[in-house]
């Protein structure tokens, strides 16, 4: 069962963080993970190079049967923190049925002896529950799952939300859970309604040890506010969506227990199992009754590994990073899904057979809510599921995969940005800055008005307010989700002490409004470019700033302030990477991008100081035009030939004009270049982040490679000094790096290929851009020479008739 | 010198509407130029080589003609400041737009100055003109005394006597008005130096950029490389007809109305030095009546007659101060209109043919996609 234990995520880096962070659950967790262990170790008894070559046959002929095993192997190893913070709103929805679902979540938080009693009430539950045949359930559900699917994805596919379709959906949902539940649904609900008890309770004994102040109340609000839309929005539709969640959630369950059960481990662990397991289950589980046993390991291993990895270089909080990223993640799946997602599912429906592409796109037309939800991630994660089924289905070995991976990936993604590119229906324009208090404490507001035809706003155009350290705020929380996996962020303009301390002084010169001007321009392109991007668009963060009338206030910014701060910090750092990370690179595509881009960069630093030394020449000549209008209005007011005199104060009012003229051309050049390139200096910058991001999870795959080699050492030298309890442990180890590498190295040519799609879809952009700009801006240009034309044409005959 | 005239005569042999200043030689830090003329009687053509010593001479010996009754009341057309191969910034400041370029606009100054001075009645008769224009060798180099007309004196006594309330009424206005106009003028031109000066400015920073963006050319096949490519070369294009757009229209400036400010400004200084050395005459005058009305009897008679010479002196000046204010206030009003007109048909052909230049390129741009 190599390939099974290889993508067994690892326990230990997430339970070390929880051992810090919960002291509460410390000793059961521990006891869990050996028994895991065991209980692995005990399942897996052939050896592993031939689980290799089982799994996949195993697998593929009977959907149904062969999953059953698979959850075994699995369960055992899931991530108990992070999946317990994703399942955390899953069972929020779970339990809504149930009425009492804010009450419920709020005692809970209050009360951890429920949560103690809870957990002993599940671990009964799900003892009751083993002696359910699996084969059943699962088929029947399986089934109608399916042909069910399919009718809601169509219905999504017409028209989102209508309550027709939604109610239909519940009747045939509805049924769904009557039929493998057998009248055990009852108390499955009432075990979920426990489940959901107990697993705030464990988020939060990770969320305020890590004393992280403004993390819990964020995360749980995203999970109410969602919430609460689904209820008066589409009642009918959240009650299709849930109950068909419970079914799944029925299905996992009884499998776990049931599998469990046999293994004959103890109460204790059992518990953990029901805590841990399930939950992890419910939310993994749903591809996994549908797909091949290879998608499931990988939907665990991609979202429970990657913020592994984050939990790592994150000091600050990982359980924060867990609670704020996950929620979305769930809510997509309830989410309208947009045309994007339905694109991709049905290229998957042509590429894998019928059950598990509609399983996956149940996914994420599970409920036909309009929210506004995190789809970046969930089209990766299904379409990193659609990939290992795809390649399941080719009976390809593991090694084999990244390949058509990719290429699939880059397929997927291309149809989809395609579809996507002639779609943006949707203007954001940055207006009227304000300034709001006086002296230092002062800031500017500026008005966001969003036009749009996407059904996936709940108006046509809306407005809100919103300061500049706002527009930061939204950067940083793109960049920190979607920056590691490789997508260019658009950055937004710098903050400017200076610029803003002249603004709050209150000098209504001419220099601080061309700063707030500049900024304005610029807060707008840089929004503009954010709903451009297809994936950026779908973040529940992007609409909310759009779309929410009170935003809470962006915290982190003032460290994010000094722009040159920022970028002290980051070149720092990009230097001992660079100086540490030697990257033989493989691709030579990459190395010759990236030459690219640096060469660019410095093109454009150059063409930006030029640039700029022309705006200002071009001030400096409106300047000297005016003056010389006023001194010719002088001379023409001194002069004694009335001829001559009316000539020269024509002239002077020419003057005045050109001047108007130049100052036009100077706002061109600033808006049409200087603006323009100094964007892209800064989404050059962005596209450099996504080759460190790339090299960065380059480096892990190499390390995790030398740690592993440094295990399979030690293994030998084991097995050398025959010492078979540790030569056990050893194995372990080695399973487990094994399952990391190849966890990376996939890691790895995921955001290989999304850089890559990423900056294709960048330098388009650019030409794009650029060619328009520039026909602006020589549009511009000839309407002043053709209004220059109009002033001398004006004038000639007053000079004319001087004599 | 003038003992080597060949031709002493009253009236110039060249044609005084065909006197050109058609080069500038640089030799080692001295400017030399070269002065094609006309010749009035044939077709042939006068080739002398002069440099800035010999205009000073000559105008030295215009100034100094005390033959001619009321030369003091000629408006002498002013001579250029001297120009200096890497002159300093104090110089260039005071050559103005005469400093511009590779001494164009210079020449053209000093043409100026020679048509004046051979259209102007009094001043084409002396002979030191006809040497000047005809004689192959240089007019001597020696230092010329400086007399009253020297800028020198003339400042330390300019503030003694400037205010001086005049006799004659529409002296009186004259210099007010010439001196309002003269500071007006000047600062005219000086305003107008700077626009020009920056659209220089702007020309050459349009040519970097637009050599700059040459840089950006990426190569490869890629498609969107190549659009991006074009669109980089096609700006640098636009800059380039910019540049040169932003190129003739300083160059315009400076022929046209740069040129006709700067002369303008110069002959009011010219016509306000007329008008102090009148004012010196009659400062004279005055002080010579006062002495012959308080003279002892036996220099009565003497006194009367310094009080008759000077009086007399007085009214040539001031009849030839009239007939020169009258010509002045014309030929100036004139002189502007055609500045005026060159310069606005000049920037018209400008902008029209940079209009035309824009629009094909947006043509070719569009054309593009």
Known sequence: MATSSERSPPPFPDSEDQDVLDSEEVGGRDSDEDDGEDLFMSASNPPMTEMDTTLPTASQPTDVLMKPPSNIMDEPLIEPVSSQTENKPVNEVVSEPSDDFVDLTNNVTDSPDEAVAAESAIADAAKDTTEIPLDEPSDEFEDIFGSENEALQEEVVVANVTVEAATDNSGVTSGVTDTPGDGKTGSDDEQEAKETATDPIVDLGDDLPASVAQQPPPAREKCFDPLVDLLSDAPPAAAASIPSRATVDLFEDEGTDLFTEPRQTKSAMQQQKSLFGEPDEDLFGEPLGATSKKTISKEQDKPVKTKAASHVSNIGGPLQDNSRAEPPDIFTEEAVTTLPSITSTSTVNSKTNGVQSEEEADIFSKATVELSLDSPRGERRKDVTAKPSASALSQSAAASLAKPQSAALEELEEEEEEEQGDKFDIFVSVKDPEKIGDGMNAYMAYKLTTETQLAMFRNKTFTVRRRFSDFLGLYEKLSEKHGPNGFIVPPPPEKSILGMTKVKVGKEDSSSADFVERRRAALERYLQRVVNHPSLLQDPDVREFLEREELPRAVSTQALSGAGFLKMINKATDAVSKMTIKMNESDVWFEEKLQEVESADQHFRKLHALVESLVIHRKELSLNTANFAKSTAMLGSAEDNTALSRALSQLAEVEDKMEQLHQEQAANDTFNFAELIADYIRLLGAVRATFDHRMKAWQRWQDAQGALQKKRETEAKLLWANKPDKLQLAKEEIAEWEAKVTQYERDFERVSATVRKEVLRFEKEKAKNFKREIMNYLACLLQSQQQLIKYWEAFLPEAKAIA | MMEEVKEVTSTLSVDRHNINVTEVLKDGDSLTFLIVSQKLSGTGEYHVARAYDDFEWLQQHLFSQEDVPGIQ???????????????????????????????????????????????????????????????????????VRKNIFNRLSQAVEEKRKEGHKDVDQFFQTERDHNLVLAGCAKTAAERFLDVVQTEQKIAVACGHFSAALHLCVEPGEDSDKQAFSKACVKLSEVFDSMKKNMTSVAENNVSTLGLGLDLESRYQEAEKEMLFRRTCKLVELESARRNAEKAKPVKKAAMEEVKKAAETEFDHICGVAKQEIARFQGARVEMLQQALVQWCEKQLLTAKESAEQFNQHLQALRGMA
């Not at chain 2, 004046?116 to 230092?143: C, M, Y």
Request: net charge positive; proline share 8%; with cysteine.
């Open chain 2, 73 to 143: 009341g000629v408006i002498f057309p002013p001579l250029p400041a001297k120009a200096q191969v890497n002159a300093s910034a104090k110089v260039m400041k005071q050559l103005g737009f005469l400093g511009l370029g590779e001494w164009q606009p210079y020449c053209k100054a000093l043409e100026t100055f020679l048509r004046q001075i051979a259209a102007h009645s009094i001043l084409s008769k002396n002979k030191a003109v006809e040497i000047f224009l005809t004689s192959s060798d240089p007019p001597g180099r020696q230092r």
